[in-house]
């Protein structure tokens, strides 16, 4: 299984920037398709933005997309998400997600993100 490290949360304003890390277990990282999820209290775990193997193609939830980027750095075993402009409504915990080639799926412990108006 893939051990998931996540770091870079916190407390920030309206506007604000932050830039989460996921640092990822196993020799084969460039091989995992890499997510990053929140969830907000009393709201179910919802995709964020992911990027895939090998391409990097990426993806994004309709209500980041132009405020969040993600990347990744296979040397460096990291998926970031660099979140922009961030709003209230960004407010959750997120979760770093890989998929292995054989469809097993891992997750980081969390951090929070805190938006304050």
């Known amino acids: 299984q893939v051990q998931l490290v996540e770091s870079g949360g916190g407390l920030v304003q309206a506007g604000g920037s932050l830039r989460l890390s996921c640092a990822a277990s196993g020799r084969t990282f460039s091989s995992y398709d890499m997510g990053w999820y929140r969830q907000a209290p009393g709201k179910e775990r919802d995709i964020v933005a992911a990027i895939s193997r090998y391409s990097g193609r990426t993806t994004y939830a309709d209500s980041v997309k132009g405020r969040f980027t993600i990347s990744r750095d296979n040397a460096k075993n990291t998926v970031y998400l660099q979140m922009n402009s961030l709003k209230p409504e960004d407010t959750a915990i997120y979760y770093c997600?890989?998929?292995?080639?054989?469809?097993?799926?891992?997750w980081g412990q969390g951090t929070q993100v805190t938006v304050s108006s």
């Open positions: 997600n890989a998929e292995t080639v054989g469809g097993r799926r891992s």
